[in-house]
C-alpha cells in the first residue's frame, strides 16, 4: 500500500503495480504505480494524449493490461468484464456523455439501480407481490438520488433534452445509482463555462463526501483539480512523472515543464 493512500485514513480501494499496456509497437502506459485510498479524491492529470483515459479503461476492464497488476478492494482485478467491475463497486461518467438518449431521466436511473435487483425474469412471474415491492423500493431511491441532485423536477423529461449542466449531473447520478466504492470522473467539466464548473466543484466534494466514496479524477480544468483534489498525479507519455498534494504539484519543476507551462495558481 502506498504511503499516500496509508495517509487518507483508510485503506487501499484501487492500486496499480508497475502498469503497462501496449498496442502493437505502441506503449500507451508505462509501468504506472498509482493507489486510491479509501474515501480519498484523487486526481489524474497531463496532456492531451498522456494516457489518462487509457487508465480509466484500464481500471474498468475496458482494456487489459499487458504486464504489472491491478487491484480492487486489495482482491486481483483478473479478467473480469466491465460490468463484473461495476457489481463489484467501480462506476465510470464519460468525457463524451453516454446517457440513454431514447429514455427519460428517471429511468436512466432506474436502469443503473436494476444492477443489484434481487428478482431475476422467473421469479418476478411467480413471485409478483415481492418483485412488485422490490420495484417500488427501486423507484423510491431512484427520486432520493434524483431530488439530492435536483433534478426530481425533471424526472419524466428526456434526458437528452435537459441543459449540458444537468446532462453531467444526470450521468454522474446515474453512476451513483450501482452503488459504487469508487467513482471515476472522465473530464466532467468539459464544454462547461466557469459558473456551471464552479458548480461542479461543489457537487464532487458532495458527492464523495455525502456518499462516502473513493473518487479518481481525469480533467484539465487545473483551477477544478487543484480546487477538490486530496492528491494529483501526473503522467506525460504514459509514464507518471509526479505524485503530490496540490500545491506540491504546482511547484514541481518537471509539472510545470511538461503539463502547466506555469503554477496553476496562475492559470
Keep these: 500500500m502506498s504511503a499516500a493512500a496509508q495517509n487518507s485514513g483508510g485503506g487501499t480501494v484501487l492500486e496499480l503495480e508497475r502498469v503497462t499496456i501496449r498496442f502493437g509497437g505502441l506503449t500507451a502506459v508505462s509501468e504506472v504505480d498509482l493507489a486510491v485510498g479509501e474515501g480519498e479524491l484523487v486526481g489524474l492529470i497531463g496532456p492531451n494524449g498522456a494516457g489518462k483515459t487509457t487508465v480509466f479503461n484500464l481500471v474498468t476492464g475496458v482494456y487489459q493490461p499487458t504486464e504489472g497488476r491491478i487491484s480492487f478492494d486489495r482482491k486481483p482485478h483478473g479478467r473480469l468484464r466491465p460490468h463484473d467491475l461495476t457489481r463489484r463497486g467501480i462506476a465510470r461518467t464519460f468525457q463524451n456523455i453516454r446517457l440513454f438518449g431514447s429514455m427519460s431521466v428517471f429511468d436512466n436511473v432506474r436502469v443503473a439501480m436494476q444492477l443489484h435487483r434481487r428478482f431475476g425474469f422467473g421469479e418476478a412471474l411467480w413471485r409478483g407481490r415481492l418483485a412488485a415491492k422490490a420495484e417500488g423500493d427501486v423507484a423510491g431511491r431512484v427520486m432520493e438520488l434524483l431530488e439530492i441532485f435536483n433534478l426530481g423536477r425533471v424526472r419524466d423529461e428526456l ?35 466557469p459558473t456551471e464548473k464552479a458548480a461542479l466543484a461543489q457537487l464532487i466534494v458532495e458527492v464523495q463526501q455525502r456518499f462516502g466514496i473513493s473518487v479518481l479524477l481525469v480533467e484539465h480544468d487545473m483551477r477544478l483539480v487543484m480546487s477538490v483534489c486530496q492528491r494529483i498525479a501526473v503522467l506525460e507519455y504514459g509514464r507518471k512523472i509526479a505524485e503530490g498534494t496540490p500545491q506540491q504539484i504546482q511547484k514541481n519543476p518537471q509539472v510545470i515543464a511538461a503539463y502547466l507551462g506555469k503554477e496553476a495558481s496562475d492559470a
Excluded at 454522474?172 to 468539459?190: C, F, H, K, M, S
Aim: net charge positive.
Design 159 to 193: 434526458a437528452t433534452s435537459l441543459p449540458y449542466g444537468d446532462q453531467r449531473r444526470l450521468e454522474i447520478v446515474r453512476a451513483l445509482a450501482t452503488r459504487p466504492r469508487l467513482l471515476l470522473l472522465d473530464e466532467p467539466a468539459a464544454g462547461m463555462n
